[in-house]
């Protein structure tokens, strides 16, 4: 009996010259040449083509005849090297080409509703999501979450090397951490309840006691807005840590994490970057950092838009102090650190030398908020006082209270959205590209019930 061939990836396939091998995966895409049958063969990691020529199998050529788009197959075949002149160099495996002497069906698929072979999919937004069973499969979309993938590990190796320790919050809460009437409220058991916008107070309790701590959680916002930038549930990827000495401390660790997400991206995601022709964004030695108010100033004398003591920057105002920073210094990026105490939650820190403004900080990235944090308030008499300004019920806040009560030295974290980061990084026009299943106002996948 012939001895069963282990399987090999499609990348591998070149590692086998003149040999035989066996390869499975889904037909990409076949082409009826009348004396050969060409298809192109995708499996985890890559694409290889496949020959079938009935002179060489009688059967495989008869099996071929037949098979479609998005056949799952077996193929026992000959890794053959490419003629000079035919090498595909955008392919792991474009310098060989597999000569098939056995194909196997694995299963059949129907017809598909759209071309899954062309390089890009060309699909309107909601076909591309009412379709993700499908969609998913194309090359293109996989990279996008290839990158984002790599982002997220990227963010856990980089804060394990620190010393933080990964902890998991709650997707329930009983209350609302970042203000504003943007939560989904849920039934639970009777009660009310909300899904967690942020794990803003639970990372600050388990910093007080793990002292550097960070986390990769959903969390839920009901923007009621439709915009490119906003999702109803985001990954967001958020540090906290203890011992600061000033919130530039924090400042410094969320630009050493970036420069590091983009260190892995553009060592490990080189194809992914090309399929999409992007560059990644330029981060300087020293990003720049300006205070709100500055940044204000710098639009209006260079733009000559006044939004001087606007409480925040707009979607406008991100754009325009992007692009100024990057014509003069070459950065991508920005930090905005000074924001009105009051218009920011009460758990941000206000600088003590200017208490009207805080020492919360956004870094910005081709004019898109990627992050925010800061520092916080740490002091447990100045924290009661905040939760009174902000006209908070203290007894509602006591379990986090709890922890300032009993020392807790200065501190601050940031929080990142996995979704932003790969949206920029990919250069894609709209955020829900970036979900593999976006919840926005419109959209929760109806199709996707077991009820009867
Ligand atoms: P913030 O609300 O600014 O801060 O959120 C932090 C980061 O999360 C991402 N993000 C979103 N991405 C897509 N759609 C949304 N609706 C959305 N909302 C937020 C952004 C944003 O910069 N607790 C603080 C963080 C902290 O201070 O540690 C917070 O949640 O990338």
């Excluded at 999919?121 to 009412?130: G, M, Q, R, V, W």
């Excluded at 920057?313 to 650190?337: A, H």
């Excluded at 920011?344 to 992050?371: A, Q």
Aim: charged fraction near 30%; hydrophobic fraction near 40%.
């Amino acid at each position: 009996m012939a001895q069963k061939l282990t399987r090999v990836l499609s990348s591998e396939a070149k590692d086998f010259i003149d040999k035989e091998i066996m390869l499975r995966g889904w037909v990409k895409i076949r082409r009826d040449h009348g004396k050969l049958i060409f298809f192109d063969l995708r499996d985890r990691n890559g694409i290889v083509q496949v020959i079938v020529n009935p002179k060489v199998s009688e059967d495989s050529y008869k099996v071929a005849q037949d098979i479609r788009a998005e056949y799952a197959v077996e193929v026992v075949g000959r890794v053959n090297k490419r003629p000079e002149g035919t090498v595909n160099k955008d392919l792991a495996s474009g310098t060989v080409e597999i000569e098939a002497i056995k194909i196997k069906v694995l299963a059949e698929a129907e017809t598909l509703p759209f071309d899954m072979g062309a390089d890009d999919l060309n699909l309107e937004l909601p076909t591309l999501l009412d379709h993700r069973s499908l969609t998913l499969r194309h090359p293109k979309i996989q990279a996008i979450f290839k990158v984002q993938a790599v982002i997220i590990d990227a963010f856990r190796e980089f804060f394990k090397q620190e010393g933080f320790f990964e902890f998991q919050a709650p997707s329930v809460v009983p209350a609302v951490a970042e203000g504003g009437a943007e939560v989904f409220a849920v039934d639970y058991f009777g009660h009310k309840a909300y899904l967690s916008q942020s794990p803003q107070l639970y990372k600050q309790i388990v910093m007080s006691a793990f002292e550097r701590v960070f986390s990769v959680n959903k969390i839920f916002r009901a923007e009621p807005s439709v915009t490119t930038r906003h999702l109803a549930e985001v990954v967001s990827l958020d540090a906290e840590m203890a011992f600061i000495d000033s919130w530039t401390d924090v400042k410094d660790m969320a630009e050493q994490v970036v420069r590091f997400i983009l260190q892995r991206v553009e060592k490990e995601c080189t194809n992914e970057l090309r399929l999409f022709k992007v560059g990644l964004p330029q981060m300087i030695d020293k990003t720049p950092n300006l205070s709100l108010r500055e940044a204000q100033e710098k639009i209006y004398k260079i733009k000559g838009r006044d939004v001087r003591g606007q409480k925040d920057l707009n979607p406008e105002d991100e754009r325009e102090i992007c692009e100024i920073i990057k014509r003069e210094t070459g950065s991508d990026f920005v930090f905005i650190y000074g924001y009105p105490t009051r218009h920011k939650p009460f758990y941000v820190y206000p600088n003590p030398d200017e208490p009207e403004y805080n020492e919360g900080m956004d870094l910005l990235c081709r004019g898109l908020e990627w992050l925010s944090g800061g520092r916080r308030v740490n002091d447990y008499q100045q924290l009661k006082q905040h939760v009174k300004l902000w006209k908070m019920d203290p007894k509602k806040i006591s379990m986090f209270l709890e922890a300032f009560r009993y020392g807790v030295p200065p501190e601050g974290g940031f929080a990142f959205g996995a979704e932003r980061i790969t949206m920029q990084i990919l250069q894609l026009s709209n955020i829900r590209e970036a979900s593999m299943f976006p919840r926005d106002m419109e959209r929760v996948d109806e199709r996707l019930s077991t009820q009867k």
